[in-house]
C-alpha cells in the first residue's frame, strides 16, 4: 500500500511540473512574480502570477508595463482611445496613471502562492530560472526517492545476525 502511494504521489508532481512547463513554454502564457502590495488581499507580494493573452474588460487583473516598470492592477475603464486606467486593489482611491492597451502584456489566469519568491530572488521573472528551479526540485526529489529506496534493500541486505559477535 504504501508504494503505492508513493508513485501516487510521484505520479502528481510529474503532473503538475509537467502543466508548469506547459505555462513556461507557451508563446500564450506568461509568469511574472507579483512585487508589490498593491493587490492585497487577493494577490500578495511574492505570489507567481500565471498570464494568457485575451480582451481587456473592466474588471480584468492585467499586468502591463508603465516606463521600465511593470504594474499588475486591475482594469477600472477602456476608453474608446486605446487607453486603460487601473487600480491596485489596496488603493482605495488613486487611479493609475493612464497606459496604453498596447502595453498590456497579459490577463491574470492563475497564481501561485509564494513561489514567486524563488523567481525573484533567483532570476528576477526569466522563464529560464523557473524551468532551471522545477528541474533541480525534481533532480533532488529524485535523490530523494533514490535514498529512501537503496536504503530499503541496505536494510533488507543486512540480517541482524550479522551484528552478532561471537565472544
Known amino acids: 500500500m504504501k508504494k503505492v502511494i508513493e508513485y501516487l504521489v510521484l505520479v502528481i508532481l510529474v503532473v503538475c511540473l509537467g502543466g508548469l512547463w506547459f505555462f513556461v513554454l507557451s508563446p500564450d502564457y506568461k509568469i511574472y512574480a507579483l512585487e508589490g502590495k498593491s493587490m492585497e488581499p487577493n494577490l500578495n507580494n511574492g505570489d507567481l502570477l500565471i498570464f494568457k493573452r485575451g480582451k481587456v474588460e473592466p474588471g480584468a487583473v492585467v499586468t502591463f508595463r508603465l516606463g521600465n516598470r511593470r504594474i499588475t492592477h486591475q482594469v477600472v475603464a477602456v476608453l474608446e482611445d486605446q487607453i486603460i486606467l487601473t487600480k491596485g486593489d489596496a ?72 551484528f552478532l559477535y561471537e565472544l
Open 91 to 162: 488603493n482605495k482611491k488613486d487611479i493609475d496613471p493612464p497606459a496604453r492597451l498596447a502595453d498590456v502584456e497579459g490577463i491574470y489566469y492563475f497564481h501561485l502562492p509564494f513561489l514567486g519568491y524563488l523567481m525573484t530572488v533567483t532570476f528576477k521573472n526569466i522563464p529560464l530560472g523557473f524551468i532551471l528551479i522545477i528541474a533541480v526540485l525534481m533532480r533532488v526529489g529524485g535523490q530523494i526517492y533514490l535514498a529512501k529506496k537503496n536504503k530499503k534493500n541496505l536494510t533488507a541486505r543486512l540480517s541482524p545476525s550479522c
